[in-house]
């Protein structure tokens, strides 16, 4: 993920769109912190709306985990990965890189249920 922030919702000029019901047209904000790890914030922003779902807790805002589950309303639901390199050991053809990402949350397949990622490093 490149930019400090992503917007998320119904609106098409959203950076994450997002077409299901229950979202709003500016449901989301994705912020980068700027900590030891370049960790994300998601924060609700559409204060009359249902708000955010995080591992099945109702949240306004919270610093997203490695598979953490979030929930923007009935039918659209994302897991959370974090992406981590080991700097002693040079990329390959195999690793993932920034192009290779729509950001850094990915769709949950229906019917939704939680899913390990698909390998670890």
Same mark, same amino acid.
Request: proline content about 10%; charged content about 25%.
């Given at each position: 993920?490149?930019?400090a922030?992503?917007?998320? =919702?119904?609106?098409?000029?959203?950076?994450?769109?997002? *077409?299901?019901? =229950? !979202?709003?047209?500016?449901?989301?904000?994705?912020r980068?912190?700027?900590?030891?790890?370049?960790?994300y914030?998601?924060?609700? !922003?559409?204060?009359? =709306?249902?708000?955010?779902?995080?591992?099945?807790?109702k949240?306004?805002?919270?610093?997203?985990?490695?598979?953490?589950?979030?929930?923007?309303?009935?039918?659209?639901?994302? !897991?959370?990965?974090?992406?981590?390199?080991? !700097?002693?050991?040079p990329?390959?053809?195999?690793?993932?890189?920034?192009?290779?990402?729509?950001?850094g949350?990915?769709? *949950?397949p229906?019917?939704?249920?939680?899913?390990?990622?698909?390998?670890?490093?």
């Amino acid at each position: 993920m490149k930019q400090a922030a992503y917007s998320i =919702g119904r609106d098409p000029n959203c950076d994450i769109p997002l *077409v299901a019901e =229950g !979202v709003s047209w500016h449901h989301a904000e994705l912020r980068q912190q700027y900590d030891v790890f370049f960790s994300y914030l998601i924060a609700d !922003v559409d204060r009359q =709306g249902e708000g955010l779902l995080i591992n099945g807790c109702k949240q306004r805002m919270h610093t997203l985990q490695h598979g953490d589950e979030i929930a923007f309303g009935p039918s659209a639901r994302a !897991v959370y990965y974090r992406l981590s390199r080991d !700097v002693e050991n040079p990329p390959d053809e195999f690793d993932i890189d920034d192009d290779d990402l729509a950001g850094g949350i990915a769709p *949950v397949p229906r019917p939704w249920k939680p899913t390990p990622p698909p390998f670890n490093r």
